[in-house]
Structures are given as C-alpha cells and as structure tokens.
C-alpha cells in the first residue's frame, strides 16, 4: 500500500491518497509530465512491478488497452483526491479514521493493518492524541483492536456503518466506473 502525501515546507505532510493492487504510481508520465508535486511512500509491504518511466511513456501508443487503463486510473484517482479532501475538512476523526482503515484493508486484501497510531495521525492530518481517542471509541464498539503497530478489523459491517458517507461516496462511483468500462 502506498501514500500519497502532500508535502510542505515545514516538513508537515497529509495523505492525499491511497494506492494498493488496483493502481498505479506515475501518474503524471502518462499526462506527459515528468515531475509531480506529491510524494509516494510505501506504508505496508506488498509485491509490485517496476517499469522505466520513459519505456511505459514509449510503449503507450503501442497499447491502447493499457493507455485507457491508466487514464481510468487517473481519474479514479482525482475522484478519491477530491472526496478525501472533503472529508478531511467535514467528518470526524472517528469516522475518517474507519473510512481509511476501510480503504487500507480494500488496497491489501487484509483486515490486519501494520499501522501505528502516529502514522494514522500523520496520514489523517490530525493529533496523535485526536487518533487515540477515535481508535478508543472504534475499539470500545468492537469494531477494531488496536495494538502497539497493528490494528485488526474485527466487525467490518459495523465500521462501514460507521465510516463517514464518503466511503460509500467512492465504492459506489467506483462501481458504476466499473459497469460503464465493461
């Protein structure tokens, strides 16, 4: 699972996005842009390919299927950018932090996640002492366990119930993007 961060001068970053087994980092080489102003850090460990960025830009016209995948990609991509966004500045912490385990626990097939709560607070723009306190509530419902570094999803229902609508929000646009490609 990789983040994508939004870095600033003062050292500070929030997450901005989230990549697991159905993206693709680079985006902006398929745009035709060489650089970007984000930051990609691998947060939980995975298999990947790695492919030169001036070979995938080279071989795009020769692959029209992968070309179209990855603009699908990109625009998946701004949607969950954009609906984050709003979430981060309209819900709860609790309810942010159960629609991102949720997205976690989607991008690697795992309801256990190698997290720390100061990783979770940097990648939800909140206090660590902001995440403590909505784990403790998700905890207290049963929903998580929280341990030093791991957090397991025990009742999946019960936290997309408690998830902020945004959640619902992307998994529904995603699969009406998955209907319409087919």
């Not at 699908?72 to 991102?100: G, K, Y």
């Not at 403790?136 to 025990?154: E, F, H, P, T, Y």
Request: charged letters at 20%; proline letters at 3%.
């Amino acid at each position: 699972m990789i983040s994508i961060l939004s870095m600033f001068a003062d050292g500070k970053s929030v997450e901005v996005g989230l990549v697991g087994k159905e993206g693709f980092i680079g985006l902006p080489l398929v745009a035709g842009f060489r650089t970007s102003p984000t930051r990609s850090i691998a947060q939980i460990d995975g298999t990947a390919f790695r492919v030169d960025g001036q070979a995938l830009v080279a071989i795009l016209p020769e692959c029209p299927k992968l070309e179209r995948s990855l603009q699908q990609f990109s625009q998946i991509s701004a949607m969950q950018i954009t609906q984050i966004a709003a979430c981060n500045r309209l819900h709860e912490v609790h309810e942010r932090l159960a629609r991102w385990l949720l997205m976690c626990a989607d991008r690697v097939d795992s309801n256990s996640l190698p997290l720390t709560q100061e990783f979770l607070a940097q990648m939800l723009g909140t206090r660590r002492s902001s995440v403590t306190v909505a784990a403790g509530i998700l905890q207290k419902a049963g929903m998580i366990s929280s341990g030093r570094g791991d957090v397991k999803i025990l009742n999946r229902k019960k936290l997309e119930q408690t998830a902020c609508e945004c959640y619902g929000i992307m998994e529904q646009q995603l699969k009406e993007w998955q209907s319409d490609s087919r």
